[in-house]
């Protein structure tokens, strides 16, 4: 059933996809006019709602709705209001916009809890204007690096004049680390971007963990040569190697229960109908919420890396970008997040999150947990993103119960 509560949050998503850079497409970096467009219509959203609202320095946007008496901890709720090229509706926005409706609940019903609640509409997650994510809850978190400051957009501005700009102070992002006493924990909603909750024909899911990640560059090295002169017995084609490489990833993954692993990226060299190739590069992404699992499953892919190419008398190199470690979110809060989807009548389903989210900066200062939401075909980052109302009123109401729930803990 759709209440009024999700038919706002429907209605001021709608309303802040016209927030864009780009007239024809939904495109809202950190520190933009989009953002500030956005701004001002959270910053009224929150107030309509009980909340002081301020701004602070790297460009969150944060609602305070005071508990019951002073002193007493804070539950965080938020999410991000940037987005990539192109973006959809909700990936982000609705996890701001859904923890409103929770507050504005309260404020409508004159409740206040034993705990105080901030919102938080955070500056940047998807990192689209500097390449760096998590810029706004890794200054909540105090684990902002001031390095950043000098990278540069594509139009040559820094970090540091785009936060002048905006509002912003740069040298006392420092102030902008959560000091106002203990705190509860940080709950996001967000749609979830994948496939499952849609197969299990659930409206949401409570994420158990955010899903380590490794990354690799490999170079696959055999010889160019004239496509029509060189023997096939006498070929040391890079490309057919990276190939058998590419289904052997493919084969790895599928063997393993929760472990996604992709080569999303393919460069050939030299790259002509008339050359056999003689050099590839691709990239390799593996995820699993078990860094155990992870770690497993990297030795033996690296090793078919080896096996595949030797075979052909192909050299490969594999050089490491990055590594994530799991995030498991708060066993406390999970249990209180599914208590409360149980309460309001749905299946209880846990699942990992195999993207990142603000929690994993979030992580370093406080319990983190998540409410997933079921999104149409799993699809997200593309304009075609969709969720239901109806789905959106369940997570209000999860979100309500799970505030009661919470309330009432020791
Ligand atoms: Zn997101």
Known sequence: MINQYAA???????????????PDQLTRPFASEAMRCAHEHVGRWLSDAGMNVRHDNIGNLRGRYEAVAPGRPTLLLGSHLDSVRGAGKYDGPLGVVVA?????RLHDAKTRLPFGIEVIGFADEEGLRFGSTYLGSRAVA????PGDLDRTDALGMSMAEAIRA??????RIGDDRWGEGDLLGYCEV?????????????PVGVVSAI????????????????????????????LAAASEFVLAVEGEARAGEGLVATVGRLEVHPGAA????????????????????????????LGRAHDVPAK??????AHRLSENAALPCAPRLVSLLSQAVQDAGHPIVQLPSGAGHDGVAMASLTDIGMLFVRCKGGLSHHPAESVAAEDVAVAIDVVGRFLELLAKQP
Request: proline fraction near 4%; glycine fraction near 10%; charged fraction near 30%.
């Open 100 to 104: 409103i409706a929770a507050v504005k």
């Open 142 to 145: 105090g684990t902002f690096e």
């Open 312 to 317: 052909r008398n192909v050299a490969v190199a």
């Open 274 to 301: 008339n050359v056999i190739p003689g050099e590839v590069e691709l990239s390799l992404d593996v995820r699993h919420a078990d860094d155990a699992v992870r770690v497993d499953a990297l030795r033996r892919i």
């Open 166 to 171: 905006f509002g912003g102070d740069p040298s």
């Open 211 to 238: 899903a380590g990640q490794s990354r690799y560059a490999l170079t696959f090295k055999g010889e160019a040569g004239h496509a029509g002169t060189v023997p096939m017995e006498q070929r040391r084609d890079a």
């Open 190 to 202: 967000h749609i979830e971007q994948g496939p499952v909750l849609e197969a299990r024909g659930v």
């Open 8 to 22: 706002e949050a429907m209605e001021r998503c709608e309303l802040l996809a016209s927030c864009s850079e780009e």
